[in-house]
């Protein structure tokens, strides 16, 4: 959600249950203000909060004039001094996927993992090895924000366009989804380099404007039915959460520009689903 | 002619704005037009004919004067060089120029019928060149698309009243939106009222619900009654809840609190309501659980237990009648004895829940819980429709429908996350010295009236200082536990099958859970993952702060405390933590119906060899009954033979 209307934004995604308190919400907004001037970012996006079991993660993300170009990400424990995260690797993500269980909210702890290592030495024999693999926090942090991003960071249809020179600014005439486009999936799009796209077939592109479908739409998401999308306060509110990654609250007022998406939850993805639905 | 343009682009671009508006349709006859259109036919033609149709059908002559006295003022703003020449200077400027071009040719043939000190006169023949070029350029923006039956001066004539309508900041970063827009504009359907109703009426119903909670309170005028309601409040103070949990960090936000807080009240009216408890919410993929919390007043909650039995009844008759029909061969399995339900008020049974969708809805009680219920709950994990009467399709198969794995969560939920601090209540004296109390833990308990409150502090530090104040449920699904053996006996002299008695273990070991009032720093770890996570609510003024808890192992469950107040909420899909990814239980092994023996054991196909042996030994044997004193020598021949 865009740093700038985090109160109507925090009241729009309440519904889910999770939100911050009143000295969190003042402090960002105190802070976030000092980082869009220090970092000189274009937008400050408040990303969400990662549940720790210690401590919690505040997540912001700093934008600049092209809004698909990768995104800095900072964190923070009190919500006041942000530090910056490295961008994140594949390599990050191959070493993240083998820790479990929960953050601890400290950057530095290390979570070990014995991994089963075959080394051949010389000659034909052959060692069979545990090794104790340890993976920082703060990379599993990385990683997780990164995947988060990349799974379920979602826009509405029109709110971004694409200029005739390639970079995506933010749609000023946006106006809002209307309530028949507002229920259906395809109406929304992930907030990050199309990699669908390319793969759909001429006859499903034929139809597209390149100024505005431009990015992946939720239709084709794997598995089908990882999003469950409500009408909340009446029709007045949509509300799409993912069940993929729970915790993730996306929302949008139709008819008005309001909208955006925020992640409040342990940073783990739910590989239950299929037995869920 | 070109130093006449660019000389008075100021002028010009007032021109613009007036040309844009006449084609536009917007307003019919200014003022100052009629004069120059007059003497110029053949200008006029060209400007004038493809206009007239559109502005007699597009408004009354009354409406478009008072239009061009309201847009008076502005043209002169309009001239504003910075916003002008910039737009001048990007794609849509040629036809700008040149339909702007046209008035001004207009003028000048009126013979300065209005007076303009800066446009240079031209000569006669200049003009005429000019006249022909414009009209043939106006003529070429004028044809119509043959695919869509647009054209472009329209088109740009529109892009441009919309644009100095609405005066956006830069707008030459946004005009091929705006253009698009404009092209939209003409797909957009009229709707007509029915359609429109039709849309929005989903908004106007839990409106209008909501209207009629706020309306509730006023129905009752008189102070007596008034004074009644405020003494027998069952009603939670759900709002000061509410705002301890904002301090926390978790919470619906004040308006559907409130709402929810107005949806209690209505429950309490309309329900004989002991105690009432905001209990919290559960997601659901298509709508959510308000949940609330009952305690029901006693002597009263009789209607359930009987609709039941009617219920249980129907169903022994149609299984009686299904028997009488056809005599179906019958499984010796004999399912275990189904562990009986608690009865109402005790253990898992010891509220009535009732959900609703959204504050404002019909509330719905749920049905009381069954052990069968609880424990095939804790087998799987599914999420929640949002539709009471959805089907859960599980393996192992659930008893019941959503409503039951609704109240069978709840109840895991309660007894797994419902903590207080240490102190606030106790135990009850009196039950505590009957016998069964002894046997099953003692389940009763009531609020400590010497409760002094703990520091918040310690509330924080020491996750001893806090218990849970609902029963903990033994895996068998139920608080108290059920011996099911006793019972098993009796059934089985009465079916006369006394084979299986010996397979059946005779003596159950009893289930202990911990008993009421115990401590949370005893819950189980989850690999490595304490079960709680305490917290101050403010690190930056501890002075007010309140103590957090949040359960890791129902993620979504908070309890807060003051000291001396309390409140337990969950918010969250209904489903319990766990590391490791979720399996379902593999089938048990197929049971066994008879037992195996030879006789109806395949047997493998005799080889040639086998066959051969078989055969010469039978022959064997008939030629020995047949002649038993015949020679050995024949014997021999004979196998030979074969």
Not at chain 1, 105 to 127: I, L, V
Not at chain 1, 258 to 275: A, C, S
């Amino acid at each position: 959600m865009d740093s700038e209307s985090l109160l109507l934004s925090l009241e729009l995604a309440a519904g889910t249950g999770q939100g911050l308190s009143p000295d969190r919400r003042t402090a960002l907004l105190t802070s976030l203000l000092l980082v869009k001037r220090d970092y000189r970012y274009e937008r400050v996006l408040f990303w969400g909060r990662i549940l720790g079991i210690v401590a919690d993660y505040y997540i912001a993300q700093g934008l600049g004039e092209d809004q698909l170009a990768p995104r800095k990400t900072l964190y923070s424990l009190n919500c006041m001094e942000w530090s910056l995260l490295p961008p994140a690797t594949e390599e990050m993500a191959a070493q993240m996927a083998v820790v479990k269980g929960r953050f601890m909210g400290d950057p530095s702890h290390e979570y070990e993992h014995t991994e089963f290592q075959r080394t051949t030495a010389e000659g034909e024999k052959t060692f069979e090895d545990d090794v104790v693999v340890q993976v920082k926090e703060e990379t599993r942090l990385v990683s997780v924000i990164d995947q988060i991003d990349k799974a379920v960071a979602i826009i509405p249809r029109g709110a971004l366009f694409k200029t005739p020179f390639g970079p995506v600014h933010v749609n000023r005439t946006f106006e809002g989804l209307p309530l028949s486009e507002a229920r259906k999936l395809s109406s929304y799009f992930h907030f990050r380099e199309p990699v669908d796209l390319k793969n759909r077939t001429l006859l499903e592109k034929a139809d597209l404007d390149p100024s505005l479908d431009f990015l992946d739409s939720l239709e084709n998401d794997i598995p089908k039915g990882s999003w469950s999308i409500q009408m909340e306060r009446g029709n007045s509110l949509v509300v799409l959460r993912s069940l993929l990654w729970p915790g993730l609250t996306f929302f949008h007022t139709p008819r008005t520009r309001n909208h955006g998406y925020i992640y409040v939850g342990t940073g783990e993805k739910n590989m239950d689903l299929p037995f869920m639905l | 002619m070109e130093d006449s343009t660019s000389s008075s682009q100021e002028k010009e671009n007032q021109q613009v704005g007036e040309a844009v508006r006449l084609s536009g349709g917007r307003a019919a006859a200014s003022a100052r037009d009629p004069a120059p259109q007059q003497p110029g036919p053949g200008a006029r033609q060209d400007f004038g004919a493809p206009q007239q149709p559109g502005r007699a059908s597009r408004g009354a002559p009354e409406s478009g004067s008072a239009r061009a006295d309201a847009l008076g003022p502005p043209t002169g703003e309009r001239g504003l060089p910075g916003g002008g020449r910039r737009e001048a200077g990007s794609a849509p400027r040629p036809p700008c120029r040149r339909s702007g071009a046209l008035p001004r040719a207009q003028e000048l043939r009126a013979g300065g019928a209005q007076e303009r000190s800066a446009a240079p006169r031209a000569s006669q023949a200049g003009c005429r060149e000019l006249e022909v070029a414009v009209r043939n350029a106006k003529g070429y923006l004028l044809r119509v698309s043959s695919k869509t039956g647009l054209s472009l001066y329209d088109h740009l004539s529109n892009m441009l009243t919309k644009i100095l309508d609405e005066r956006p900041e830069n707008a030459v970063d946004i005009i091929e939106n705006i253009s698009q827009n404009v092209k939209m504009a003409h797909f957009s359907k009229k709707l007509d009222t029915l359609q429109n109703e039709n849309e929005m009426l989903p908004t106007y119903e839990i409106a209008e619900r909501q209207k009629a909670l706020f309306l509730l309170g006023h129905l009752e005028g008189a102070d007596q009654e008034l004074e009644d309601e405020i003494a027998e409040n069952s009603l939670p103070n759900v709002m000061e809840s509410a705002f301890y949990f904002e301090q926390a960090g978790v919470g619906l936000g004040t308006e559907e609190t409130y709402r929810i807080f107005l949806a209690l009240k209505q429950l309490t009216d309309t329900h004989p309501v002991q105690k009432c408890r905001f209990w919290g919410k559960i997601l659901g993929l298509e709508k959510n659980y308000v949940i609330a919390e009952v305690e029901i007043r006693e002597g009263e909650e009789d209607e359930e237990v009987e609709e039941e039995d009617v219920a249980e009844a129907e169903e022994r008759d149609n299984g009686e009648s299904d028997a009488d029909r056809d005599e179906l061969p019958r499984p010796f399995y004999k399912p275990p004895q189904a562990v009986p339900k608690e009865e109402t008020r005790t253990g898992t049974n010891k509220y009535v829940y009732f959900v609703c969708n959204e504050p404002g809805r019909p509330w719905v009680k749920l049905p009381s819980v069954t052990p069968a219920q609880i424990v095939t709950a804790r087998k799987i994990k599914k999420f929640f429709t949002g539709r009471l009467d959805a089907p859960i399709i599980s393996y192992p198969p659930f008893p019941g429908n959503e409503s039951n794995y609704l109240r069978a969560q709840i109840a895991r939920i309660s007894a797994g996350t419902h903590v207080s601090p240490l102190g606030f209540y106790q135990f009850g004296e009196e039950e505590g010295e009957e016998e069964e109390d002894v046997e099953s833990g003692r389940d009763s308990f009531e609020e400590n009236p010497d409760f002094e409150g703990i520091q918040v502090l310690d509330l924080v530090e020491s996750l001893s200082n806090w218990v849970h104040h609902v029963q903990h449920i033994l895996p068998q699904g139920r608080c108290t536990w059920f011996n099911p053996i006793p019972k098993h006996e009796e059934e089985e002299e009465e079916n006369e099958e006394k084979e299986e008695k010996g397979e059946e273990p005779d003596y159950l070991e009893q289930e202990i859970g911990p008993p009421l009032l115990t401590p949370i720093s005893e819950d189980l770890e989850i690999l490595n993952t304490p079960a709680w996570t305490t917290r101050l609510s403010s690190s930056v003024i501890p002075q007010y702060a309140i103590a957090v808890l949040r359960s890791n192992l129902w993620p979504g469950a908070y309890a807060f405390s003051t000291g001396k107040k309390f409140e337990n909420f969950y918010i969250g899909w209904g489903y319990k933590y766990s590391v490791d990814n979720y399996a379902p239980p593999v089938p048990p092994p197929v049971y066994q119906e008879y037992s195996s023996g030879p006789e109806i054991t395949e047997m493998d196909d005799p080889s040639v060899e086998e066959e051969q042996a078989f055969r010469a030994a039978q022959e064997a044997t008939e030629h020995a009954a047949q002649d038993n004193e015949e020679s050995e020598e024949d014997e021999d021949d004979n196998s030979e033979y074969h």
